[in-house]
């Protein structure tokens, strides 16, 4: 299995409440147990839950790669402390963008960051994640990493993307980039879908042809 379609605890916006790479699943400590034991087993990785901030809201949060994760300033000690203890490798940025999931869009290749970071900021986010980075923006708006998801394969983004912002990801992140939509419509890609190179997570109010889609954008269907 490489594809679930479900909800957290009634709510089709599952990727507000996780982060994945290909060694590990972070999702909130709302999540129901069983759901969290369905996606370990759709991304093929361990899942260990928690909250960032106070909050179960992971996938605003939390950006990062398989070299590193990126956490906001406002969390809290002892969260910081539980990513210790699981040896996940994190780099604490400061910033008034703290919603770190919603600004950066990024892989092992390069990080596709928010206009507004400031040059110090850029500077060590792309030293944290080992990649290189660009600021930029998807359909005009600067909020660039809740408006796509990718893996080493593949990039969907929102369907207002210009052929522009296209080329530009597809140069720095080095996969092909398609328009896409979740939970039937939903431009904010990032908020219906979690994904790694093993499978991938999306709400189930999406409908058919938009899992088939992603399924094929992220290079699942050519396996």
């Known amino acids: 299995m490489h594809v679930l379609k479900t909800n957290f605890n009634g709510n089709p916006n599952i990727g507000l409440y996780g982060f994945c790479n290909d060694k590990f699943c972070l999702l909130g400590i709302e999540v129901p147990a069983k759901e969290a034991k369905e996606v370990e087993k759709a991304l093929h990785v361990p899942v260990h839950q928690l909250n960032i901030c106070?909050?179960?809201?992971?996938?605003?949060?939390?950006?990062?790669?398989?070299?590193?994760?990126?956490?906001?300033?406002?969390?809290?000690?002892?969260?910081?402390?539980?990513?210790?203890?699981?040896?996940?490798?994190?780099?604490?940025?400061?910033?008034?963008?703290?919603?770190?999931?919603?600004?950066?869009?990024?892989?092992?290749?390069?990080?596709?960051?928010?206009?507004?970071?400031?040059a110090d900021q850029k500077k060590r986010i792309r030293q944290a994640l080992n990649v290189s980075l660009k600021p930029g923006t998807i359909a005009d708006l600067d909020t660039v990493g809740s408006l796509g998801v990718l893996n080493s394969s593949g990039c969907a983004v929102h369907r207002d993307i210009t052929d522009e912002e296209i080329q530009k990801i597809e140069d720095l992140l080095g996969v092909k980039c398609i328009s896409s939509t979740?939970?039937?419509?939903?431009?904010?890609?990032?908020?219906?879908?979690?994904?790694?190179?093993?499978?991938?997570?999306?709400?189930?109010?999406?409908?058919?042809?938009?899992?088939?889609n992603i399924e094929e954008e992220l290079g699942f269907l050519e396996q």
């Open 54 to 118: 106070g909050t179960s809201l992971l996938g605003v949060f939390i950006a990062g790669n398989n070299h590193k994760i990126l956490v906001p300033e406002i969390a809290f000690d002892y969260e910081l402390a539980i990513l210790d203890k699981l040896g996940i490798e994190y780099e604490v940025i400061k910033t008034r963008l703290t919603a770190l999931g919603n600004n950066l869009l990024c892989n092992d290749k390069g990080c596709l960051a928010s206009q507004e970071f400031s």
């Open 182 to 212: 979740v939970n039937m419509g939903s431009p904010y890609i990032r908020s219906g879908v979690l994904c790694n190179n093993n499978g991938f997570i999306i709400g189930d109010l999406s409908g058919g042809p938009e899992i088939v």
